[in-house]
């Protein structure tokens, strides 16, 4: 069974277009991230959540809407795509009580905006 | 988080050790060192992680230098699998994001 696990693994579309991520892990983990890595292949932490909780928030435009309709799924909805947002998207998660904080990734989207 | 400092990248042949190092100069007293590394086209996969004492499991060793100012990964017997970009970062232990530098390419060489 995959542990962290994301669809769709490519997602080709339009500037101006509406698009999610989904993301899910079967790991019983409290925590869950999103990563994004760019040309550059530099991986940046945009969003993080606890419990259905945002935590961590780091500048990223509100064109990004993160969503957790439980401790298991964290997806990302973005808005009016934009040439700038192609990259490849990780989701991650990690169990932050009592246990050292270890992080599984899935395994990537790869997001075209053409 | 302290800032960590890694050489750009290390060939290994197939077969030997292969020695990662790892500045990290600024660290805290509460901060561990995390190693982390990327396969091409996959997400980051966690190897080893440790606060002041040298660890090792399946995957790979860390040594750790007394003033924690310094680590080292070893990969025992390095394949073309681990052909890969090592990342060093340094961090509290719960609840944090992971701040991901450029890392280390190793390229392991038959």
């Known amino acids: 069974d995959t542990a962290v696990s994301q669809t769709p693994k490519y997602l080709v579309t339009q500037m101006g277009n509406d698009k999610s991520i989904k993301c899910e892990q079967n790991l019983g983990h409290d925590t869950m991230y999103w990563y994004k890595q760019d040309s550059k292949k530099f991986l940046k932490i945009m969003f993080s959540?606890?419990?259905?909780?945002?935590?961590i928030n780091e500048t990223v435009p509100n064109r990004f809407s993160p969503k957790s309709p439980d401790k298991a799924h964290l997806n990302l909805h973005i808005n009016s795509l934009e040439l700038g947002d192609s990259a490849v998207y990780f989701c991650a998660s990690s169990q932050t009580r009592g246990v050292p904080d270890t992080q599984y990734f899935g395994p990537g989207t790869r997001l075209t905006v053409l | 988080d302290a800032k960590t400092t890694q050489p750009p990248s290390m060939d290994c042949a197939e077969g030997r050790a292969a020695n990662l190092p790892c500045n990290h100069s600024t660290i805290s007293g509460n901060e561990y060192v995390y190693w982390y590394r990327q396969i091409h086209s996959q997400g980051p996969q966690y190897i080893i992680h440790?606060?002041?004492n040298n660890e090792t499991n399946e995957m790979a060793s860390l040594i750790i230098t007394e003033d924690r100012k310094s680590s080292t990964l070893i990969l025992p017997h390095a394949t073309l699998r681990d052909t890969a970009v090592y990342y060093c970062i340094v961090r509290t232990e719960y609840g944090n994001k992971l701040v991901f530098g450029a890392g280390t390419i190793l390229r392991v060489k038959s």
């Open positions: 440790g606060l002041k």
């Open positions: 959540y606890n419990n259905k909780e945002l935590i």
